[in-house]
């Protein structure tokens, strides 16, 4: 159990900028800033973050909150998970409680197989540091390779004894599951064949050096292990299974390490496998992140992405690979990013490279062979099909292809100038072939939208049109201002009736100070109106209290104590003020109001609104009174008069303060 002080110091000092800016690559925007949705596949970002307030919206998907409500949400981690994970990030010392077998037991399926995992990346690491086997063959392994001690530990690296059930046995021993160890891939149930209805269970990395994959904030997900034997029947390198929690698919190794060195880089250097990582981070290039053998997929770009627009592929020498991996610059050029290739020398890798050459002959080999992918393309399919006019033709065609993948227009006709160029053909004819491509995309785009307007349109015949209810409306337009200037200081119009000394009524305008929250509790507690919608209700009187009684009202410490089930509402409310910034203007000579100028405006207004719709509501009571009743002679005189006094109530306050009459619903 974690200490409410602890909690509280946690919250105190984090910053959500600093630790979603792990995850997502942020720009000012205004006062606060925005970044690519890590939830969606966005290209406009619409993620938005308030440094002032310390929340975050998602516009994208519809999620926001706090610090805590962003790593709950994007690394799966329980409410305990994510304050020690932030306790940690700022060196806040925290509790840590013995974790008894009920816990355990109690612990949902995703939280018991990251557990195991965390277990099994520890037990691997003292297999490795702490056995003759293991110092014997892995660390030996590891040293040969280049890695330093210090290397060593920093990535966690181990070693699985060449045991059948060493860390199975040792993992049951210290209280874990074996459902679980079976469902992360660690241990392997098999039904004894000699024994028909018993199951043995075996570790599926004996005998195999270590690799944990990590999630982008350190979390284990799996493992890669490679064996170091020479039997042939075995795979050289193996991975964990996919699970609850490993999507190889989704997850690039490293990126745990690399991610602030690429947003501070603003680029990524894409390798195939685990030691070229490692190799690369030993001798300091720290922004370099690995597909784990796998072909590259559209969320390992994404996860790039969020960081830098920009992507520099490094191949070996293998021409069979090379042919191979450019399906995975297409799949980069899709997502609008930007991407260069680098070759290294024939027999050489990353990790060799890097082995043999220090920092500044890498980097220097990089920044001079570094090619752009049109030019790295072109060589090599011009290479491919020599002085064959068909195989030529067939290279052009399939250039054009990529570059019709790239969402840029200007980007789009720039690669294609540069096509023509190394290819020695017409930029017409390209041009023409690459409007054969989008041509026949829009066609099949417009299929497919044809089929789903058809099943729209049976949708759409017994779809009803919903009135719109202004109520709600106005309840969302007072929680929203008192979010945003609740605690300002504002001077506001008062009208009031007083009698003159002649004994006659007059009306009296007077100019008060008051806090913005102030003015709406007294206006909306005088025309004894109540919130409808009951989550509105309920933040209103958490909200109002709160302004109202404490002069040092802060937004951020008020969130924090929010119920969690509301969190996410008070979220959307106030960042949807901020969804749309005009950003730059002065430079144009275009000057625009500040929304904090027309405060005392827009909550006059909203006010009389509410005022209106009440009167509306009288009115609308009246009329159904008149013609349900039928009543006649004075009765009905009487109500058609209230009904003109209130029409002329209305059309009063309306003038007043600038509205247009509406109808209500």
Same mark, same amino acid.
């Given at each position: 159990?974690?200490?409410?002080?602890?909690?509280?110091?946690?919250?105190?000092?984090?910053?959500?900028?600093?630790?979603?800016?792990?995850?997502?690559?942020?720009?000012?925007?205004?006062?606060?800033?925005?970044?690519?949705?890590?939830?969606?596949?966005?290209?406009?970002?619409?993620?938005?973050?308030?440094?002032?307030?310390?929340?975050?919206?998602?516009?994208?998907?519809?999620?926001?909150?706090?610090?805590?409500?962003?790593?709950?949400?994007?690394?799966?981690?329980?409410?305990?998970?994510?304050?020690?994970?932030?306790?940690?990030?700022?060196?806040?010392?925290?509790?840590?409680?013995?974790?008894?077998?009920?816990?355990?037991?109690?612990?949902?399926?995703?939280?018991?197989?990251?557990?195991?995992?965390?277990?099994?990346?520890?037990?691997?690491?003292?297999?490795?540091?702490?056995?003759?086997?293991?110092?014997?063959?892995?660390?030996?392994?590891?040293?040969?390779?280049?890695?330093?001690?210090?290397?060593?530990?920093?990535?966690?690296?181990?070693?699985?004894?060449?045991?059948?059930?060493?860390?199975?046995?040792?993992?049951?021993?210290?209280?874990?599951?074996?459902?679980?160890?079976?469902?992360?891939?660690?241990?392997?149930?098999?039904?004894?064949?000699?024994?028909?209805?018993?199951?043995?269970?075996?570790?599926?990395?004996?005998?195999?050096?270590?690799?944990?994959?990590?999630?982008?904030?350190?979390?284990?997900?799996?493992?890669?292990?490679?064996?170091?034997?020479?039997?042939?029947?075995?795979?050289?390198?193996?991975?964990?299974?996919?699970?609850?929690?490993?999507?190889?698919?989704?997850?690039?190794?490293?990126?745990? *390490? #690399? %991610?602030?060195?690429?947003?501070?880089?603003?680029?990524? &250097? /894409?390798? =195939?496998?685990?030691? $070229?990582? @490692? !190799? +690369?981070?030993?001798?300091?290039?720290?922004?370099?992140?690995?597909?784990?053998?796998?072909?590259?997929?559209?969320?390992?770009?994404?996860?790039?992405?969020?960081?830098?627009?920009?992507?520099?592929?490094?191949?070996?020498?293998?021409?069979?690979?090379?042919?191979?991996?450019?399906?995975?610059?297409?799949?980069?050029?899709?997502?609008?990013?930007?991407?260069?290739?680098?070759?290294?020398?024939?027999?050489?890798?990353?990790?060799? *490279? #890097? %082995?043999?050459?220090?920092?500044?002959?890498?980097?220097? &080999? /990089?920044? =001079?062979?570094?090619? $752009?992918? @049109? !030019? +790295?393309?072109?060589?090599?399919?011009?290479?491919?099909?020599?002085?064959?006019?068909?195989?030529?033709?067939?290279?052009?065609?399939?250039?054009?292809?990529?570059?019709?993948?790239?969402?840029?227009?200007?980007?789009?006709?720039?690669?294609?100038?540069?096509?023509?160029?190394?290819?020695?053909?017409?930029?017409?004819?390209?041009?023409?072939?690459?409007?054969?491509?989008?041509?026949?995309?829009?066609?099949?785009?417009?299929?497919?939208?044809?089929?789903?307007?058809?099943?729209?349109?049976?949708?759409?015949?017994?779809?009803?049109?919903?009135?719109?209810? @202004? !109520?709600?409306?106005?309840?969302?337009?007072?929680?929203?201002?008192?979010?945003?200037?609740?605690?300002?200081?504002?001077?506001?119009?008062?009208?009031?009736?007083?009698?003159?000394?002649?004994?006659?009524?007059?009306?009296?305008?007077?100019?008060?100070?008051?806090?913005?929250?102030?003015?709406?509790?007294?206006?909306?507690?005088?025309?004894?109106?109540?919130?409808?919608?009951?989550?509105?209700?309920?933040?209103?009187?958490?909200?109002?209290?709160?302004?109202?009684?404490?002069?040092?009202?802060?937004?951020?410490?008020?969130?924090?104590?929010?119920?969690?089930? @509301?969190?996410?509402?008070?979220?959307?409310?106030?960042?949807?003020?901020?969804?749309?910034?005009?950003?730059?203007?002065?430079?144009?000579?275009?000057?625009?109001?500040?929304?904090?100028?027309?405060?005392?405006?827009?909550?006059?207004?909203?006010?009389?609104?509410?005022?209106?719709?009440?009167?509306?509501?009288?009115?609308?009571?009246?009329?159904?009174?008149?013609?349900?009743?039928?009543?006649?002679?004075?009765?009905?005189?009487?109500?058609?008069?209230?009904?003109?006094?209130?029409?002329?109530?209305?059309?009063?306050?309306?003038?007043?303060?600038?509205?247009?009459?509406?109808?209500?619903?």
């Amino acid at each position: 159990m974690i200490s409410k002080s602890t909690i509280d110091q946690v919250y105190e000092t984090a910053r959500l900028e600093e630790v979603i800016g792990d995850f997502v690559q942020l720009k000012k925007s205004g006062s606060n800033f925005k970044g690519l949705s890590p939830f969606t596949d966005e290209r406009t970002p619409s993620f938005m973050v308030s440094p002032v307030k310390q929340i975050w919206k998602d516009f994208s998907s519809g999620k926001g909150g706090n610090v805590v409500a962003f790593l709950m949400e994007h690394e799966h981690f329980t409410y305990p998970e994510a304050i020690r994970y932030l306790a940690k990030k700022y060196n806040i010392e925290i509790e840590e409680t013995e974790r008894s077998d009920e816990d355990k037991v109690a612990s949902n399926e995703r939280e018991s197989m990251y557990l195991v995992s965390e277990f099994a990346q520890r037990h691997f690491s003292e297999m490795l540091w702490e056995t003759e086997l293991g110092k014997a063959i892995g660390l030996s392994y590891f040293k040969e390779r280049g890695f330093t001690e210090e290397t060593i530990k920093k990535f966690g690296l181990g070693y699985c004894l060449d045991q059948w059930d060493s860390f199975t046995k040792s993992a049951l021993d210290q209280g874990y599951q074996l459902e679980y160890l079976e469902k992360t891939g660690l241990t392997i149930v098999k039904e004894d064949a000699a024994n028909p209805g018993e199951f043995r269970s075996f570790d599926r990395f004996k005998a195999r050096v270590m690799f944990p994959i990590h999630s982008m904030s350190g979390r284990v997900l799996g493992f890669g292990g490679r064996i170091l034997t020479n039997d042939k029947k075995a795979a050289k390198y193996m991975n964990s299974p996919e699970s609850e929690i490993y999507h190889k698919s989704k997850v690039l190794y490293g990126i745990n *390490f #690399a %991610k602030q060195a690429i947003a501070k880089e603003d680029n990524c &250097f /894409l390798v =195939e496998g685990y030691t $070229d990582v @490692i !190799q +690369f981070y030993q001798r300091g290039i720290h922004n370099v992140v690995a597909s784990s053998g796998t072909a590259l997929t559209p969320e390992q770009i994404r996860l790039i992405n969020r960081l830098t627009k920009n992507i520099t592929v490094l191949f070996d020498g293998d021409a069979a690979g090379l042919r191979a991996s450019l399906r995975g610059i297409d799949l980069i050029l899709e997502q609008g990013m930007n991407v260069k290739v680098c070759t290294f020398p024939e027999g050489q890798d990353p990790d060799s *490279f #890097a %082995k043999n050459n220090d920092y500044g002959e890498v980097l220097i &080999f /990089l920044q =001079e062979n570094a090619k $752009d992918f @049109i !030019q +790295f393309k072109a060589n090599l399919l011009a290479k491919e099909a020599a002085n064959d006019p068909i195989k030529r033709a067939e290279t052009v065609r399939d250039i054009v292809n990529s570059i019709a993948k790239i969402p840029d227009a200007i980007k789009r006709e720039i690669y294609i100038q540069e096509c023509a160029h190394i290819m020695n053909v017409s930029e017409g004819v390209l041009f023409s072939t690459l409007a054969q491509i989008g041509k026949k995309e829009i066609s099949d785009a417009s299929k497919k939208i044809q089929e789903e307007q058809k099943a729209f349109e049976v949708v759409k015949n017994d779809a009803t049109v919903e009135k719109v209810n @202004i !109520q709600y409306f106005h309840e969302q337009e007072i929680l929203k201002i008192l979010l945003q200037f609740g605690m300002k200081i504002e001077k506001f119009i008062e009208f009031y009736q007083e009698i003159d000394e002649n004994g006659e009524m007059i009306l009296i305008k007077d100019e008060l100070e008051r806090k913005v929250a102030e003015k709406i509790y007294l206006d909306l507690q005088e025309d004894e109106i109540e919130f409808l919608d009951e989550n509105f209700k309920y933040i209103y009187r958490l909200l109002i209290e709160r302004l109202i009684n404490d002069d040092n009202f802060e937004f951020k410490e008020w969130m924090n104590t929010v119920p969690q089930e @509301i969190s996410g509402l008070i979220v959307d409310l106030d960042m949807s003020e901020n969804k749309y910034v005009l950003d730059d203007w002065e430079r144009r000579d275009i000057y625009v109001k500040a929304k904090e100028t027309d405060i005392v405006q827009r909550v006059s207004q909203t006010i009389v609104s509410i005022r209106l719709k009440l009167i509306n509501d009288i009115i609308n009571d009246i009329a159904n009174t008149i013609q349900n009743n039928n009543e006649n002679g004075l009765a009905k005189q009487e109500q058609m008069e209230d009904i003109r006094n209130y029409n002329d109530l209305k059309k009063t306050l309306a003038k007043k303060n600038d509205l247009v009459i509406k109808q209500f619903y």
